[in-house]
């Protein structure tokens, strides 16, 4: 992905109203068979911004009063793999 591209995304997710999303790595999508050679700089292939399960203190998922779980909007890139903890369909590449 261009840094021109990755612009015009996020200058539409900003118009949408996520300014104020977290961003976040779906860091099991950046795999490469090369990476055992070295090659630990890995390519961005899309964002996608969706609802992501927040961790309480001790690493268990985050609980609201009325006992739903605790999400919060997130801008996630990912790599060639696509998302891994969301369906990807709908996602912006």
Partial sequence: MTLNR???ILGGLIA?????ATVAVDK???RDNRESDGCVIL????VEVYPVPM???DGGLAINKDGT???RQTCVFYGSCGLTAN???GKQT
């Avoid at 949408?16 to 104020?20: I, M, S, V």
């Avoid at 390519?43 to 899309?46: A, E, I, L, Q, R």
């Fill in 16 to 20: 949408q109203g996520h300014g104020r």
């Fill in 6 to 8: 990755l612009h015009r």
């Fill in 55 to 57: 961790a309480d203190d």
């Fill in 87 to 89: 369906d990807t369909e």
């Fill in 69 to 71: 779980e605790r999400l």
């Fill in 43 to 46: 390519n961005v292939t899309g």
């Fill in 28 to 30: 099991q999508s950046f």
